[in-house]
C-alpha cells in the first residue's frame, strides 16, 4: 500500500486530523510529521497568555500516525466491516520538552506487536531539532463502534 | 505439569492485568478473566501473548477467541504442550 492511499483511509478530518504526511511506511515502522500551526484553537486557552501544546495532542500526534497508519497499512486490503473502528486502549509517555505553537514535529513508530486486532508501538517524537519531545508506548484495538 | 502449578504461573501472568485484587488472590479453575479479574479486552491480548512466551507456545485466533478463563486456558496450554 502506498503512502497516498493509507492517508486518503484516515478515518480523521480537520480539526482533528494530526497528520500531514508520511515519510515512509513498512510493517515494521512509520515515520510521519505534523506541524502545529500558530492558529491553532488549542492556543488561546493552554494555557491563557503562554501558548504550549497539550500533551494530549502530542499523543494524539504519535496515535494517529503511530497506530491508525501503521494499523491502515498491516491490514492493507483486509476491509474493516462498517461497524468496526479504531480504538485507543493505553498509552505510557514521558513528556520531555514544550511544543511550541508553529513547531514542526516528527513521529518515529516501531510495532512492538500486532496480533488479535491490536497493535502495540514504540514511539519517540521530535522536534525539528531533532530533540526527544515525547516517548513512550500506545496501544490501540479494532472494535466495534460504540454507537452501533 | 500439575494443576496447582499451571494455575500458580497464570497467576502471575494476569497478575499486572487484573483489576480485582482479591479475585486474583482467589484465582482458581473457575475463575473467569473478564467477569472476576476485570481484565479488559486489550490487556487480553497481552495475558495471551505472555502465556505464548512463557510456555513457549502460538496460540492461534481460535483458541484466543475461547481462553476467557482459567479453565478453558489450561486446557489450551496444555493441548499445545502436548502437541509439541
Given at each position: 500500500m502506498t503512502i497516498q492511499e493509507v492517508l486518503q483511509k484516515l478515518p480523521f478530518a480537520p480539526p482533528f486530523l494530526f497528520v500531514d504526511g508520511l515519510d515512509h511506511i513498512n510493517s515494521e515502522k512509520v515515520q510521519g510529521h505534523f506541524t502545529f500551526r500558530k492558529d491553532m484553537d488549542c492556543y488561546r486557552g493552554h494555557f491563557k497568555g503562554n501558548?504550549?501544546?497539550?500533551?494530549?495532542?502530542?499523543?494524539e500526534v504519535m496515535a494517529q500516525t503511530g497506530l491508525v497508519c501503521l494499523g491502515i497499512y498491516l491490514l492493507g486490503d483486509e476491509v474493516l466491516g462498517g461497524n468496526m473502528t479504531f480504538g485507543l486502549t493505553s498509552t505510557e509517555i514521558e513528556f520531555l520538552r514544550p511544543v511550541f505553537p508553529g513547531e514542526k514535529v516528527t513521529v518515529y513508530a516501531e510495532k512492538v506487536y500486532f496480533r488479535f486486532g491490536k497493535l502495540k508501538c514504540r514511539v519517540i517524537l521530535k522536534n525539528e531539532a531533532g530533540e526527544d519531545v515525547c516517548s513512550g508506548t500506545i496501544a490501540g484495538m479494532i472494535i466495534t463502534k460504540p454507537h452501533e | 505439569m500439575d494443576k496447582e502449578t499451571l494455575i500458580a504461573q497464570?497467576?502471575?501472568?494476569?497478575?499486572?492485568?487484573a483489576k480485582n485484587q482479591e479475585a486474583l488472590l482467589n484465582i482458581n479453575e473457575n475463575t473467569d478473566f473478564v467477569n472476576d479479574l476485570k481484565i479488559n479486552s486489550a490487556n487480553l491480548v497481552d495475558v495471551i501473548l505472555d502465556v505464548e512466551e512463557q510456555f513457549n507456545i502460538v496460540i492461534d485466533n481460535e483458541s484466543m477467541e475461547r481462553m476467557l478463563d482459567v479453565k478453558s486456558a489450561m486446557e489450551i496450554i496444555e493441548a499445545k504442550l502436548a502437541a509439541k
Open positions: 501558548p504550549i501544546t497539550p500533551g494530549v495532542l502530542l499523543t | 497464570l497467576k502471575e501472568i494476569v497478575k499486572p492485568y
